[in-house]
């Protein structure tokens, strides 16, 4: 009986069974890779900025896709897909969730904020220390309204809640970034790096926020911040700390700053501490920053050199120009002193002034000098404003672009100065006149560099160039021998100033197309284990290539490895203890080739030194140019692309002076 039961159930079984609908496997996991045909079809999407066609892939049941076009977003930064974006943070998939929080603080839309604190709220309890929260905090700091910054700060997180710490951190930070900060805010990250138990990488971004933020009142701090300047073992946190406890300017973070100059190791530190001197008395400082000049890293004894420039003493002028005399330092150092001494020398002491200009016109004519010296040498000229003829009739003539840009940066300087009509007096009509007519002359000139510089300087609204011109014709003409988008960066401070004459709200154009897209071809032939290795007069560097991060700036720059592009090409940019600058076809930074490539910007962060990545005039600008970074650079976060990192030869890097050389980068 119980068998003829079974036999009758069975049927009915297999019935219902056949009924149920078919219930499809969730896919939970991520899994880009660049070999995916659907991914390349979303990248190049994100390429061609085509909105329409990356918001259907936030329904598609792979998260894979959900993640790529999320993070697609964050560089696209198109304010239409918010809506679609703002959808995701309901993501039954972390990483999904992440990316779309991202890509939200990446727009940098305000009405976003709201939301995000909404989703941050109604997460699940066991995920609140998640990589998600880090993300949402974040990037309530790019977008919110300055009204949430109080609240973001007063929350008190417990020291096991890494995650939740790190995007708290970050979002006071990038509030920061826009000029919005708070009491509360400033003293939650003297809290995370002065108690007992944070994170390093927490204490990290707390001293990077006491570093970059403006207008933090720190004084009443500098007993609880010197006490871990001198105990901290992390040269990245003392790097940061060292600019924050100098802000206090009390007399403890005098003394902190002096004895761990003495006593420090790392040479980015020493840099920052030369820097941080800026705030106390010269005399107490001096004697420190001299013995500095003739530091073994010239990075030092330069950074030495620009503390006399810019809080150098008027008694001190012709003690500048004797250390000048040192024919053992650099000639960057001996420029900068020549420079400092200029500045500071009263100008009644025309004899000491006569010599400094002397020496300084030798430097400019002598064979030996490099075309990098030169230019400095314009520069330092200009720090005696009477000179401002001379820069013009020596710059304006030269053969070499990074002279003729630096003439028109001198002449600038001599503009903006904010005692210029005490300075010059009963002339100072004739000479502003003179300099208006440098600077219309620069823009007919055709130059690009000196194009984009006299640009800026002639809608400056404070320095009243505007009076003296009667017709914006020149403007418009020299615009329009311009070439797109090779031209870009000039074309654009061009019409800015055509903007601002013209009474209109001077906005960042818009960059054009770009005349290059994915190779994919290319792509393919990169894998996380290729090196370029860059062969320069300093030794070489080799970079570790980041294709899963940057595939269409990784094409670009084997591309133009494979052609030679960068054999010979100069460093034209080296700032002490924050990067290095090739790529520029000028040798000034201006140069490009007639076609750009999109921003590729992802959540890693230039949170350590020897990161890559590209050069920019703005969002989708990227040519040929890219940097290397000395130092953590986290204020670049979100806006430079990353495409590589340096695994051999920082020490060459650290070396690198304006005018070496690449010799060629050869792909591996």
Request: proline share 5%; aromatic share 8%.
């Amino acid at each position: 009986m119980h068998r003829n039961l079974i036999l009758l159930l069975i049927p009915i079984v297999l019935l219902a069974v056949q009924c149920m609908p078919y219930q499809e496997e969730k896919i939970t996991e991520i899994n880009f890779t660049l070999n995916d045909p659907v991914v390349q079809k979303v990248l190049t999407h994100q390429d061609l900025q085509l909105t329409d066609s990356l918001c259907p892939y936030f329904r598609h049941i792979d998260p894979t896709y959900r993640y790529a076009a999320a993070m697609a977003f964050a560089s696209h930064r198109d304010p239409a897909a918010l809506d679609s974006l703002l959808v995701l943070l309901n993501d039954e998939v972390d990483e999904v969730k992440e990316a779309a929080a991202f890509a939200i603080g990446q727009l940098g839309v305000e009405a976003a904020g709201e939301p995000l604190i909404e989703a941050f709220r109604n997460q699940d309890s066991l995920m609140e220390n998640s990589y998600f929260s880090r993300a949402a905090l974040e990037a309530i700091g790019k977008c919110a309204s300055p009204r949430y910054l109080p609240l973001l700060s007063a929350v008190r997180y417990v020291r096991m809640d890494t995650l939740l710490l790190e995007g708290q951190a970050l979002g006071v930070y990038r509030y920061a970034l826009r000029g919005e900060t708070a009491p509360e805010g400033t003293k939650l990250m003297v809290d995370l790096l002065a108690r007992i138990g944070y994170s390093n990488t927490v204490r990290f971004i707390a001293a990077n926020y006491l570093s970059r933020s403006q207008g933090i009142r720190l004084d009443s701090f500098a007993n609880s911040l010197s006490r871990v300047f001198r105990q901290e073992d992390d040269p990245r946190i003392r790097m940061a700390l060292a600019i924050a406890i100098g802000k206090t300017r009390q007399p403890q973070a005098l003394e902190a700053l002096k004895t761990q100059f003495a006593e420090e190791s790392d040479y980015r530190v020493r840099c920052n501490i030369l820097r941080a001197l800026g705030n106390f008395a010269y005399p107490e400082v001096q004697p420190l920053v001299v013995a500095a000049l003739k530091d073994k890293e010239q990075a030092v004894a330069l950074s030495a050199a620009q503390f006399f420039l810019n809080h150098g003493d008027r008694k001190d002028g012709v003690a500048y120009r004797q250390l000048a005399r040192d024919t053992n330092l650099h000639w960057q150092v001996q420029t900068q002193l020549l420079a400092a001494a200029n500045r500071h020398t009263p100008p009644y002491f025309e004899a000491t002034v006569g010599g400094i200009n002397a020496a300084l016109r030798r430097q400019l004519i002598d064979p030996a000098s490099n075309d990098y010296q030169k230019a400095a040498t314009l520069k330092a000229m200009a720090e005696f404003p009477w000179n401002y003829r001379y820069v013009h009739d020596q710059g304006y003539i030269a053969q070499v672009p990074i002279i003729r840009s630096a003439s028109v940066e001198a002449l600038a300087s001599i503009a903006r100065r904010p005692d210029f009509d005490a300075y010059f007096g009963l002339s100072r009509r004739r000479v502003k006149r003179d300099l208006t007519n440098y600077m219309v002359e620069a823009i007919n000139n055709g130059d690009l560099g000196m194009m984009a510089i006299a640009a800026g300087v002639l809608r400056d609204n404070t320095l009243g160039f505007k009076e003296l011109i009667d017709s914006t014709d020149f403007l418009v003409n020299a615009q329009r021998k311009l070439s797109l988008p090779k031209d870009l960066e000039t074309y654009n401070e061009v019409q800015k100033t055509i903007d601002f004459f013209a009474g209109r709200e001077v906005k960042n154009p818009l960059p054009p197309e770009p005349k290059k897209s994915f190779e994919w071809r290319m792509v393919q032939t990169v894998t996380a284990k290729t090196q370029a290795r860059v062969e320069t007069n300093k030794g070489t560097i080799v970079l570790r290539l980041m294709p899963d991060q940057a595939p269409g700036s990784v094409a670009n720059f084997v591309t133009l490895s494979r052609q030679g592009f960068y054999d010979n090409k100069k460093f034209h940019r080296v700032v002490p203890n924050f990067v290095i600058q090739t790529g520029c076809p000028r040798g000034d930074g201006y140069g490009s080739l007639d076609y750009t490539i999109r921003s590729e910007l992802s959540t890693m962060s230039y949170n350590r030194k020897g990161l890559v990545g590209m050069a920019s005039a703005g969002n989708h600008t990227e040519c040929t140019q890219w940097f290397i970074t000395h130092s953590p650079t986290l204020h670049l976060d979100g806006n430079y692309t990353i495409f590589a990192e340096v695994i051999e030869g920082m020490d060459v890097v650290d070396k690198i002076v304006p005018g070496d050389v690449i010799s060629r980068v050869a792909i591996e």
